[in-house]
């Protein structure tokens, strides 16, 4: 008999793991209050009921008879997902400490303190706070609410009148009515991420790549062109860090599932921030599938429905280094306007080093001037693999080379294209 799953959320990165179900010859049902959510697309039955309403879920899993739960790429769907689980005793790779250390910027601060990672220097404020500054941090200061992602939300100030009315505002984008004040870490940081495996109670490294970001929206929060794999950081972070959050997934009993942690890097100084218990945009999976052989997307799917997470061969597998090839994401950001016209997509597609292609928007939709700054204006992602970084950056030119995408007047609507890597940094012994 057809196994059911109900996958929560419906945005279009969630509509690639859509896709692997239907292909796994699954019966799927997504649930997602927009009617026209991309993930709907292909799923077997979907339905416009709210992820957060946690009962109503419930009652509609029992009614239907379903086998399994999973998230797909949204992080406020965590914890209803696991409280949804709870309720119908079926597979859950999230826990109760889980999601209050990796599902709120606040739990995860609290728990890298307790477990010496060292993170942002911030504060926090609620709805009946002080809206002063922090005395210890100087301006420019981020603000964010502390149960957003992508970007949502998210704010830089650089003088008081601006920090008082962005903390009023953003305090209104917080479920939990609290928001996060941080040093905001500017042009003289690096940014990377790291991606872990939990497979029976064991942490694996699975990836880590650095991330490019543009700097041209003002003061919105800086979003990625594109990121590389392996980080350069690497063998640092293995050193410094990597001990201590294992020492935190154990304690916090972590059993199963993925995890995307990412970090600012100062004068070799790491700064961990913003955690992700789930598939990520990113889709550091993807790159994984291609050249280390194991699926993110097929492993939770049969966890969701089994309760089994991997193949006993797993550890073998898994390479964070890669085998000695690169990886590289390529994010197409666009500015606000109605997308007009988009050439060369077909011939990106068919080159030798482009094996998958995330398209979020096609020619007539409209690119909304609230989402720029925010993973919403992502145009494509653009998944490329090579047998070096020299190959890799061939690669990015080239796709730059290849399209024209421009608004009804005719104007260009990319915000910017990332730039080649610096090759002696990704040379790797």
Known sequence: MQKKLIILGGNPETGVLVNIAVSMGIHTIVIDPNPNAPAKKNATESYEIDGFDVDGIVSFARKKNVDGVLVGVADILVKPYWEIC????????????????????DGYKKYCEQYGVKDIPGIYLMQDSDYEKPNNIDFPLMVKPVDSAAGVGNKIC?????????????????RKGVVLVEKYMDRSCDDMAVYYTFRNGVPYLSATFDRQLTRLQGDSSPIALGTVYPSKYTEGFVKDVHPKLC?????????????????FVENNVFYSYDPGFRLQGEAPHIHL???????????????????????????????????????????????????GSIKGLDE???????????ERFKVGDIIKEEWVG?????????????ESIFEINQTIEDIKNTFTITDEKGDDMVIEWLKPWNTADYIFN
């Open 247 to 263: 020492t935190m997934f154990e304690g916090l009993n972590i059993k199963a599932g993925v995890l995307c942690i990412q970090l």
């Open 86 to 105: 709870k309720k119908l005793d079926v597979p859950c790779y999230a826990t109760e400490k889980s999601v209050e250390a990796f599902c709120s910027k």
């Open 158 to 174: 650089r003088d008081n009148e601006d920090y008082t009315a962005t903390v009023k505002k953003v305090l209104s984008n917080s």
């Open 374 to 386: 925010t993973e919403r204006q992502v145009l494509y992602r653009i998944y490329t693999a090579g």
């Open 289 to 339: 599938a291609h050249i280390n052989g194991f699926d993110h997307r097929k492993m939770l799917i049969n966890y969701a429905l089994t309760g089994k997470f991997g193949e006993d061969d797993f550890h073998e597998q898994n390479d964070y280094m890669m085998g000695g090839k690169a990886a590289c994401s390529v994010w197409v950001l666009l500015k606000g306007g109605k997308i």
């Open 348 to 358: 990106m597609k068919a080159h030798k080093n482009v094996h998958f292609v995330v």
